[in-house]
């Protein structure tokens, strides 16, 4: 069994399909297959069932899977030990991030991490909260970035420091367009567009508008911002979404934002990781980047 083995049979199992698999590892389908029969020839079980939707793994598979995780969660706790004989000039560093702050916040900062720290391979994964959160606990990220989360069992919360606001987004030929707020009850009569579950920017206006006893009605779930934003730009509805995300488009005058009245939606994007994993030297310095709004607030 080699660590190559393991890294495509824990690609296949992560994306469920040999197609998306060998485009995440540059190689080709025939090279992963064949991984996977000396895989499978070695351990003497079936790792994967073919569906009509894909692969999963079968019981075997997800036994193999767990332990896969904490061999490469173990390679690269020691990767990061012996990065810290070196002190910041070499290293790597994978940050999960949900979708706000991976797509409209973190860009920046990284770009500035690596002025700082180039011997260091940062790279950003992003998806929903929820998957992000899983992500920590499974060993898979060394940082997670969300906003609004619950802390898991087994994670820990090492910073706050970046302040977001959910702005009413309305399309600039909405009769609200031109108006700085509205009462919070007229929300009731318009169709609201809203992420997907597991968006911790749905959890955070959910409480938000349930804590303020304000009604609405959902007319569309859509799974990524910039696709609420488009929708929102084409008359279907209005919604909630981070000041940070619309800078452009509020700007250029293509959006508007307005307060529904007494309720601002506020509030921070946190840096998460499991307290089963040490913090490398690097992953140190990006919490530290990361922390320093929250000290000047």
Known sequence: MT????????????????????????????ALSQHVRELEGELGVRLFDRLSRGVVPTE???????????????????????GELQGLQR??????????????????VIGEFRRRYPGIDLRLRIANSRVIEEAIRAHEVDLGVVGGHGLAPGGECLAAGLPDELALIVSPRHRWARRREVAAADLANEPLLVREEGSATRRVTERALEQAGVGWR???ELDHTEAIKQ???AGLGVAFVSVHAVRGELASRRLAAIRLRRLRIRRHFHVIHSEARTL??????????????AKRG
């Open 280 to 293: 490398s030297v690097g992953a140190r310095a990006l919490v530290a980047m990361l922390s320093v709004p």
């Open 231 to 233: 929708a929102v730009m």
């Open 91 to 108: 290293g790597s560093l994978l940050v999960g991030a949900s979708t706000t702050p991976g797509i409209y916040v973190l860009p920046a």
């Open 60 to 82: 075997a598979g997800r036994l193999l899977e767990e332990r896969a995780k904490r061999v490469f969660a173990t390679l690269t706790d020691v990767r990061d030990v012996l």
């Open 218 to 220: 959902v007319s569309m």
């Open 3 to 30: 660590l190559r083995q393991l890294e495509v049979f824990l690609a296949i199992a992560r994306a469920q399909s040999y197609r998306q698999a060998a485009e995440a590892l540059h190689t080709s389908q025939p």
